[in-house]
């Protein structure tokens, strides 16, 4: 576990964190999954010619788990990708309100996005959906990732809040490192 939290992240010992870092390995199982899963049938395929019965939804099925699995801890560990054309320009608590302002949106965003993902998972588990070949049952994947984006947004406020208080603790904002450009 981490000792040090630098400025702009989560405490991975909270109990939010904890919960960014157990959607994160479901998403690391969930890809080692796929990529088994996915050998196993090209084998199968091109070697045996017997593909794996309803690998696709398998595969499908573990897609939604990786991207809305990790969402949550790359959002508590502040690691989306950031442009910094003005984070030169700006500094201080400018730095901060920004900073602020930008996690608060995103908050509001994921919240929607998770809403509307809830509603389609509720859906979903009444009319008892499940894949076509295999008959997997859809709702508990719907669930896991409508519960990952509700995390992801309680993430965004918290780091939203936390730029909110180095404003007002005076201190100065911590510099967001840059993933990408």
Not at 19 to 36: E, F, K, Q
Not at 145 to 152: G, K, Q, R
């Amino acid at each position: 576990m981490q000792t040090q939290v630098s400025p702009g992240q989560i405490k991975e010992t909270s109990w939010t964190g904890l919960a960014c870092r157990i959607t994160g390995w479901c998403a690391a199982a969930a890809l080692a999954a796929i990529m088994l899963l996915m050998l196993c049938d090209v084998t199968g395929r091109y070697v045996f010619n017997s593909p794996i019965p309803g690998a696709g939804e398998l595969i499908e099925l573990a897609m939604g788990v990786v991207v809305f699995g990790a969402l949550p801890l790359v959002t508590a560990r502040n690691d989306h990708i950031q442009l910094d054309y003005f984070s030169r320009a700006i500094r201080g608590w400018v730095q901060s309100l920004v900073n602020a302002f930008i996690a608060l949106i995103n908050m509001v965003v994921m919240a929607v996005l998770a809403w509307r993902i809830i509603d389609k998972a509720l859906t979903v588990y009444q009319y008892g959906d499940s894949t076509p070949f295999l008959r997997v049952p859809v709702a508990p994947v719907a669930f896991f990732i409508s519960a990952c984006a509700v995390l992801s947004a309680t993430a965004f406020l918290i780091l939203g809040v936390q730029s909110l208080g180095q404003i007002f603790r005076g201190s100065k904002a911590a510099r967001p490192d840059v993933k990408g450009a």
